[in-house]
T-cell receptor, first 111, second 113 residues
């Protein structure tokens, strides 16, 4: 079955860039997503990338996809205290419409 | 914000009792999902629905059942609650199930004592 792995924790100084990594096993993954969860809340979609792309940029967010290595990353430029949250990567596959999530990475910002 | 509400938001129940969690949406989205969130495991899919009366199992479906008799409601039932089912449960909805945004409810914190 599908498996999506992430590191559990990341600490970054305010103003630096954060890079959150994710690996997945399903080579037929069609869409890959990044979701953000703030304390006590549900998840919100940050961005997603189609599997035929290798990069997507949206303001401070850059998503890189290495399909050969099944590796996805999210870079947050100029990290701010409001970026403190848990970040989940997720994948879905054409013909199998269920979202599979990773373990989540808790991002902590150091002042 | 997407119209999706979960009830109850918090519940404490005893081992062996049945529990039903409700997810209600006003978006007329086709797909509805139930996940549980546990530390170190992320979100794991319990069951999902791709239409009225159409449901399928996720990766952790044992001990859970679901029903969807109307587009707007998706019920998750724990037939006989166990302590291992203590968790935070999230409902999510999507329009097409692929490549579009999943909207999440606020979550239900369930404690089985």
């Amino acid at each position: 079955g599908e498996d999506v792995e992430q590191s559990l924790f990341l600490s970054v100084r305010e103003g630096d860039s954060s890079v959150i990594n994710c690996t997945y096993t399903d080579s037929s993954s069609t869409y890959l997503y990044w979701y953000k969860q703030e304390p006590g809340a549900g998840l919100q979609l940050l961005t997603y990338i189609f599997s035929n792309m290798d990069m997507k940029q949206d303001q401070r967010l850059t998503v890189l996809l290495n399909k050969k290595d099944k590796h996805l990353s999210l870079r947050i430029a100029d990290t701010q205290t409001g970026d403190s949250a848990i970040y989940f990567c997720a994948e879905s596959t054409f013909g199998n419409e269920k979202l599979t999530f990773g373990t989540g990475t808790r991002l902590t910002i150091i002042p | 914000d997407a119209g999706i509400t979960q009830s109850p938001r918090h519940k404490v129940t005893e081992t062996g009792t049945p529990v039903t969690l409700r997810c209600h949406q006003t978006e007329n989205h086709r797909y509805m999902y139930w996940y549980r969130q546990d530390p170190g495991h992320g979100l794991r899919l319990i069951h999902y629905s791709y239409g009225v009366k159409d449901t399928d199992k996720g990766e952790v479906s044992d001990g859970y059942s679901v029903s969807r008799s109307k587009t707007e409601d998706f019920l998750l039932t724990l037939e006989s609650a166990t302590s291992s089912q203590t968790s935070v449960y999230f409902c999510a909805i999507t329009q097409t199930g692929l490549g579009d945004e999943a909207f999440f409810g606020q979550g239900t914190r369930l404690t089985v004592v």
